[in-house]
């Protein structure tokens, strides 16, 4: 990653795990990137090409895996309202609950 021997020796292991984790970010994001690029040109030639009848869209001629999940969403999440957290909580706990009842030996592990 380019780090001198001494700053990466006095990094924390979190520290590093956070440096690292932000470039593998970084790094499939640029791939996502230069996918969707391929995908736009693969479509504008398509686009050109004289066909009978409709026309497919990019995702269709070029599906990527990311499409069946969904396109990055840089937007801030919604907040939720008190009684949805309560909910959620709720709801997570009693799962738990049910986990803990049906293996008691998985809260030591």
């Known amino acids: ?3 001198d021997i001494n700053y990466l020796y006095s990094l924390t292991p ?3 795990e956070n440096i690292l984790v932000g470039k593998l970010k970084k790094q499939d994001l ?3 990137n230069s996918w969707e690029q391929i995908r736009t040109v693969v479509y504008y030639n398509y686009l050109l090409q ?14 990527l895996h990311w499409d069946a999940v969904g396109v990055i969403d840089t ?6 309202t008190a009684k949805e957290l309560e909910a959620v909580f ?3 706990k009693e ?3 049910q986990e ?10």
Do not use: D, H, V, W
């Not at 004289?50 to 599906?63: D, F, Q, V, Y």
């Not at 803990?100 to 592990?109: A, I, Y």
């Open 1 to 3: 990653m380019g780090f």
């Open 14 to 16: 979190r520290e590093y």
């Open 30 to 32: 640029l791939l996502q």
């Open 50 to 63: 004289p066909t009978e009848g409709s026309k497919k869209t990019a995702t269709e001629i070029l599906p």
């Open 75 to 80: 937007k801030q999440p919604k907040p939720r």
């Open 90 to 92: 709720y709801k997570n």
């Open 95 to 97: 799962k738990t609950k």
């Open 100 to 109: 803990l009842s049906e293996n008691p030996l998985k809260s030591r592990n």
